[in-house]
């Protein structure tokens, strides 16, 4: 297992609500694509049904920040200073993917877009636009 490979499973096994999730993710180089399987529990309207928005929004969080641990070989986490997250389509009841673009890391603060996904990557359900603090490592 790579290096790289080993800081992603240490974030997926440390954060409680990423298990929760159920959240996974697979990794080809340096890309990492998250996967979030479907399960009852994370459906917010069942007449639809849809997944929970707040569970796309942790989903779409959880995925930069396992971005920012496969980039970054800091063990300290990094902190969420902001996000924006759009709603684009009812997530449905199926598997949803996301991927995260690394749009400017600097010294402090990470700069990253996150798109999540069902049928068709090109039509997003989600996105999420947010900037992280990273770990200073003394």
Same mark, same amino acid.
């Given at each position: 297992? !790579? $290096?790289?490979?080993?800081?992603? $499973? =240490?974030?997926?096994?440390?954060?409680?609500?990423?298990r929760f999730l159920g959240m996974?993710?697979?990794?080809?180089?340096?890309?990492?694509?998250?996967?979030?399987?479907?399960? $009852?529990?994370?459906?917010g309207n069942v007449?639809?049904?849809?997944?929970?928005?707040?569970?796309?929004?942790?989903?779409?969080?959880? @995925? =930069?920040?396992?971005?920012?641990?496969?980039?970054? +070989? !800091? =063990? +300290?986490?990094? +902190?969420?200073?902001?996000?924006?997250? $759009?709603?684009?389509?009812?997530?449905?009841?199926? @598997? @949803?993917?996301?991927?995260?673009?690394?749009? +400017?890391?600097?010294?402090?603060?990470?700069?990253?877009?996150?798109?999540?996904?069902?049928?068709?990557?090109?039509?997003?359900?989600?996105?999420?636009?947010?900037?992280?603090?990273?770990?200073?490592?003394?």
């Open positions: 297992m !790579s $290096e790289a490979a080993e800081r992603l $499973e =240490a974030f997926l096994q440390r954060a409680p609500y990423v996974r993710a697979e990794l080809a180089g340096d890309e990492m694509t998250a996967i979030l399987p479907f399960a $009852e529990h994370l459906v007449m639809l049904p849809a997944l929970h928005g707040g569970v796309l929004g942790a989903f779409l969080e959880a @995925t =930069a920040l396992a971005q920012l641990a496969v980039a970054q +070989k !800091s =063990a +300290k986490a990094p +902190k969420t200073i902001d996000v924006t997250i $759009e709603y684009l389509r009812p997530g449905r009841a199926m @598997t @949803t993917y996301a991927r995260a673009d690394l749009r +400017k890391v600097g010294r402090r603060v990470a700069n990253i877009h996150v798109e999540a996904w069902q049928d068709a990557r090109s039509q997003p359900v989600a996105a999420l636009r947010g900037h992280f603090l990273l770990a200073q490592d003394q």
